[in-house]
């Protein structure tokens, strides 16, 4: 057995340097993962913004990113100052959870932010990332805009990420472009999606872990009634 020694776990953050389709996957997969944890139960304290702030940021940040794609130099001047908000309350969050958690790597797990672990040696081989996973299938609700999604647990995943597409990923040069960043779930057994358009919508999944993030599965297409 090889001698493993681990220093403090911290979060990964580097927003400043994250372009804006990477922040607003990052920042809202912390967002998604933040409301309700069971671990970290609000209110949080006195410095740290609530869920609901955050929320509200996050969405002013999307909604301000999707209007500046126009090129209109007011609508980038908007995005940059929602952008410059929005990160300031992540930075704050990601004091708090760090504090909090102490170094508990499940805890900093459950947050949706990025965790590294710095090891001054290891050559026991732990610390893998998540496998691939299998049994992605979906299909529509009842319920106007609504999918219902259900998979195989990827081996090693402490949760799971899911993106949509509007356009078939297969149509287009740059399928990375396509996507965008829905929620992570912690449970693959049945979740569902909302706020759909009606038409085909195409969803991929993959595992993460506090080491970082498995391989996506294959584009499965599915009707939003």
């Known amino acids: 057995m090889g001698e493993f020694i681990m220093l403090q776990p911290k979060l990964i ?3 400043e340097r ?3 389709p990477d922040l607003l996957a990052y920042g809202g997969a912390a967002v998604t993962a933040m409301k309700e944890n069971p671990v970290f139960p609000q209110p949080w304290g006195d410095a740290t913004p609530s869920w609901d702030q955050l929320d509200l940021a996050y969405q002013g940040y999307r909604d301000a990113y999707y209007a500046a794609l126009t090129h209109d130099s007011q609508k980038i001047a908007v995005r940059k100052e929602t952008r410059r908000s929005f990160v ?4 704050r969050l990601a004091a ?8 508990d790597v499940a805890k900093l797990g459950s947050t949706g932010f990025e965790l590294r672990q710095e090891q001054a040696r290891a050559s026991n ?3 893998a990332l998540p496998g691939p996973m299998a049994g992605l299938r979906g299909a529509p609700t009842e319920h106007t805009g609504r999918i219902e999604l259900h998979a195989n647990r990827a081996e ?3 949760g799971y990420e899911v993106q949509t597409a509007s356009t078939d990923p297969s149509s287009v040069s740059t399928e990375a472009s396509v996507w965008s960043h829905v929620q992570t779930v912690f449970s693959v057994q049945r979740f569902t ?3 759909l358009r009606p038409g085909f919508v195409w969803v991929r999944m993959r595992g993460v872990n506090n080491r970082g993030s498995g391989p996506w599965t294959s584009p499965l297409r599915v009707l939003v009634t």
């Open 193 to 195: 999606v909302d706020d």
């Open 18 to 20: 994250r372009s804006d």
């Open 13 to 15: 953050l580097g927003l």
């Open 96 to 103: 708090y959870v760090e504090f909090t958690a102490n170094g």
């Open 156 to 158: 090693g995943a402490l």
């Open 88 to 91: 300031e309350l992540l930075k």
């Open 125 to 127: 081989g732990n610390g």
